[in-house]
């Protein structure tokens, strides 16, 4: 087992991988008896730095801010506790009785038919003669008249004078095509937008270094070498590509000219101007009848039933004075039979829950810059170089199956898997060791102490 252990501890003191270029003593100083050193490569230190790049420009954009509320709620009361009075209410019997609606009434009609129309109040002013306040209901007045006499005669009418006539002789004209301005010449204002580009650009993230490699194999059988090549090695510099959006031109106004439009149209041109020639019109007589009256119309009013005189006709107009009877209606009454009374309730407190709003802050119009806009970057820059320098390690006079599974199980806890912890150092154990330096910038190379103090091992 101490052979296979050796072996396991060599083959991880010649896997470092970055070393820093310094003179190193060819033994471990202040070395102490019962104590193992190898040399071990403390990695190099990186400080990770923020770099904001622009990647847009700056503008404004206007926000309308509404007015802000706050809504509490709130009891209020909506009635007192108080004392109401109730009605109790009367009590009463039905009882039928007959009421007049309307009284007897004497009406003038024009017969005494039942639906016969009213007479007109002017009609009976008319009527000579008779004492119509005394006239008794049933009783009918008719109107006669005499006609009026005519005779035809004939007269000559002037329909026409004398008079002239004018007469116009048309204007003659021509059509022609003729260009017609429509709209003059404008000037119109067009707003241009700012047009951005999309430029990448090449960042400096991590610049180039030289770092020392270890090697192997050409110097093993040189007498008194360590077995150990030390190689410089250049590390190109790394770059990181962004995208940048650039302001090629900003916004603005351009003035460009709206010609004038012109349109062909058919005008019609004067050649000769219109005339006005005057005829005499002689006087135009129609001759006509007329109906010439002699005797005038005549009317009188005569009681219904007499004996009417000779040469008078019924001029197709009456009255008569018709009795209209008066209208009853039955209705049901209530009749009181005891009065309403009051008693006393009392009536409880009521309460309503209510959201009362009230105004935090008024509505406004907030112009807001829009800031530019910046993207952020981290660059890795390198604060100390990577060395090889001597450490206390645990090997075979210092090394046993207890610690080795105190370290497996301590790796398992930290999440660097090893599997069983078997008390052995087997490749699983090995790739977990320097994961762990790696991942905690401890020294690699072997076991040292310094691992043994980050994993919580004390020995």
Same mark, same amino acid.
């Given at each position: 087992?101490?052979?296979?252990?050796?072996?396991?501890?060599?083959?991880?003191?010649?896997?470092?991988?970055?070393?820093?270029?310094?003179?190193? $003593?060819?033994?471990?100083?202040?070395?102490?008896?019962?104590?193992?050193?190898?040399?071990?490569?403390?990695?190099?230190? %990186? /400080?990770?730095?923020?770099?904001?790049?622009?990647?847009?420009?700056?503008?404004?954009?206007?926000?309308?801010?509404?007015? /802000?509320?706050?809504?509490?709620?709130?009891?209020?009361?909506?009635?007192?506790? =108080?004392?109401?009075?109730?009605?109790?209410?009367?009590?009463?019997?039905?009882?039928?009785?007959?009421?007049?609606?309307?009284?007897?009434?004497?009406?003038?009609?024009?017969?005494?038919?039942?639906?016969?129309?009213?007479?007109?109040?002017?009609?009976?002013?008319?009527?000579?003669?008779?004492?119509?306040?005394?006239?008794?209901? #049933?009783?009918?007045?008719?109107?006669?008249?005499?006609?009026?006499?005519?005779?035809?005669? +004939?007269?000559?009418?002037?329909?026409?004078?004398?008079?002239?006539?004018?007469?116009?002789?048309?204007?003659?004209?021509?059509?022609?095509?003729?260009? &017609?301005?429509?709209?003059?010449?404008?000037?119109?204002?067009?707003?241009?937008?700012?047009?951005?580009?999309?430029? /990448?650009?090449?960042?400096?993230?991590?610049?180039?270094?030289?770092?020392?490699?270890?090697? $192997?194999?050409?110097?093993?059988?040189?007498?008194?070498?360590?077995?150990?090549?030390?190689?410089?090695?250049?590390?190109?510099?790394?770059?990181?590509?962004?995208?940048?959006? &650039?302001?090629? $031109?900003?916004?603005?106004?351009?003035?460009?000219?709206?010609?004038?439009?012109?349109?062909?149209?058919?005008?019609?041109?004067?050649?000769?101007?219109?005339?006005?020639?005057?005829?005499?019109?002689?006087?135009?007589?129609?001759?006509?009848?007329?109906?010439?009256?002699?005797?005038?119309? /005549?009317?009188?009013?005569?009681?219904?039933?007499?004996?009417?005189?000779? =040469?008078?006709?019924?001029?197709?107009? $009456?009255?008569?004075?018709?009795?209209?009877?008066?209208?009853?209606? +039955?209705?049901?009454?209530?009749?009181?039979?005891?009065?309403?009374?009051?008693?006393?309730?009392?009536?409880?407190?009521?309460?309503?829950?209510?959201?009362?709003?009230?105004?935090?802050?008024?509505?406004?119009?907030?112009?807001?810059?829009?800031?530019?806009?910046?993207?952020?970057?981290?660059?890795?820059?390198?604060?100390?170089?990577?060395?090889?320098?001597?450490?206390?390690?645990?090997?075979?006079?210092?090394?046993?199956?207890?610690?080795?599974?105190?370290?497996?199980?301590?790796?398992?806890?930290?999440? %660097?898997?090893?599997?069983?912890?078997?008390?052995?150092? =087997?490749?699983?154990?090995?790739?977990?060791?320097?994961?762990?330096?790696?991942?905690?910038?401890?020294?690699?190379? #072997?076991?040292? %102490?310094?691992?043994?103090?980050?994993?919580?091992?004390?020995?």
């Amino acid at each position: 087992m101490k052979i296979r252990l050796s072996l396991i501890v060599i083959s991880m003191l010649a896997a470092s991988s970055f070393i820093a270029a310094e003179e190193l $003593s060819p033994i471990p100083p202040s070395a102490k008896a019962g104590e193992c050193y190898a040399k071990v490569v403390v990695p190099a230190k %990186y /400080e990770d730095k923020s770099e904001q790049i622009l990647v847009k420009v700056g503008a404004e954009k206007i926000e309308v801010i509404p007015p /802000e509320y706050e809504f509490v709620e709130k009891n209020i009361t909506v009635e007192a506790e =108080g004392k109401e009075l109730v009605v109790v209410p009367a009590k009463f019997k039905k009882v039928t009785e007959k009421i007049m609606l309307e009284p007897a009434k004497k009406l003038w009609k024009t017969s005494l038919e039942k639906d016969a129309p009213f007479v007109d109040s002017r009609m009976l002013t008319s009527i000579e003669g008779f004492d119509l306040n005394t006239t008794t209901p #049933g009783t009918c007045y008719k109107k006669y008249y005499k006609a009026a006499e005519y005779k035809t005669v +004939e007269e000559n009418i002037t329909v026409q004078e004398a008079t002239e006539k004018i007469e116009i002789i048309p204007a003659e004209y021509k059509w022609a095509e003729k260009e &017609v301005l429509v709209t003059p010449e404008s000037k119109k204002v067009v707003e241009v937008a700012a047009v951005y580009d999309t430029k /990448e650009e090449k960042i400096l993230v991590e610049p180039e270094k030289t770092v020392w490699k270890k090697g $192997s194999k050409p110097t093993e059988d040189v007498e008194g070498a360590t077995g150990e090549i030390m190689c410089l090695v250049k590390i190109p510099a790394k770059y990181k590509i962004i995208k940048k959006k &650039v302001l090629v $031109s900003p916004a603005s106004t351009q003035e460009t000219v709206v010609p004038a439009e012109y349109e062909t149209v058919k005008v019609r041109e004067l050649i000769k101007e219109a005339e006005a020639k005057k005829i005499q019109v002689p006087a135009a007589v129609k001759t006509i009848s007329k109906v010439k009256l002699v005797i005038q119309p /005549e009317f009188k009013w005569f009681l219904g039933g007499d004996n009417i005189e000779e =040469g008078w006709q019924y001029a197709a107009e $009456s009255v008569c004075l018709v009795e209209v009877p008066a209208k009853y209606i +039955e209705i049901e009454k209530n009749i009181l039979e005891e009065a309403a009374t009051t008693k006393e309730v009392v009536v409880p407190v009521k309460y309503k829950t209510v959201k009362v709003g009230k105004l935090v802050a008024e509505g406004k119009t907030v112009t807001t810059p829009i800031p530019e806009e910046y993207k952020t970057i981290s660059k890795s820059s390198k604060v100390a170089d990577a060395k090889v320098t001597w450490q206390r390690i645990l090997c075979q006079t210092n090394m046993n199956d207890k610690v080795i599974t105190e370290i497996q199980n301590a790796l398992n806890e930290k999440g %660097y898997s090893v599997g069983q912890a078997d008390g052995r150092i =087997g490749n699983a154990t090995y790739r977990a060791i320097k994961r762990y330096q790696i991942d905690n910038s401890l020294a690699t190379g #072997g076991i040292t %102490y310094e691992t043994l103090i980050s994993l919580g091992i004390k020995k």
